[in-house]
């Protein structure tokens, strides 16, 4: 057998987003700092523009002159930081599919969970000592029903746990 290489496609330039990080600040948690890192996998120098931007509102713009083959890196303030953080190469380029980048910084918001019929002490107790979330028993009424589907009390919870439930709730 002989073994036949075959070339297949081109060199082109491309840039690319390579790194996307938010963060709240330490001393100011309703602020915070984004990192992004764009990389240039051509054999010129090129000017990369990033737009960032929190739920889809941009919210800073940067130009980072990025050398053949090298990376460089933006870090930007953002105040009320929170949700989906994007950042995303403004032109067009080689490759268009590396050219954005997503994460997200959940809410200062505690998730509000509502719990029934949990036996567990040791869930109950790791739910409770979370200060990310806050915790609330729903009681069923005397004639031992939940609460029905319209009652405002499951519109205050993101989520509802329940351990070995008789019923679900509606």
């Not at 130009?63 to 929170?82: K, M, P």
């Not at 809410?107 to 200060?131: D, H, I, T, Y």
């Amino acid at each position: 057998q002989t073994l036949v290489w075959q070339k297949v496609g081109r060199a082109a330039d491309n840039l690319a987003i390579v790194r996307l990080s938010a963060r709240r600040l330490p001393l100011v948690p309703a602020d915070g700092s984004v990192l992004v890192t764009v990389r240039n996998f051509g054999t010129a120098p090129r000017d990369a523009q990033i737009e960032i931007a929190q739920d889809g509102q941009p919210f800073a713009t940067k130009t980072l002159q990025v050398a053949a083959g090298g990376e460089q890196t933006a870090l930007v303030d953002a105040s009320r930081i929170g949700g989906v953080i994007s950042a995303r190469l403004l032109g067009t380029d080689a490759l268009e599919a590396d050219d954005h980048r997503w994460t997200v910084v959940p809410s200062l918001e505690p998730v509000r969970v509502g719990f029934f019929e949990v036996r567990s002490v040791f869930l109950k107790q790791a739910l409770a000592v979370n200060p990310a979330i806050a915790l609330e028993e729903i009681v069923r009424d005397d004639a031992g029903r939940l609460p029905d589907a319209n009652s405002a009390v499951w519109k205050r919870f993101d989520v509802v746990v329940c351990e070995g439930c008789s019923d679900i709730p509606p």
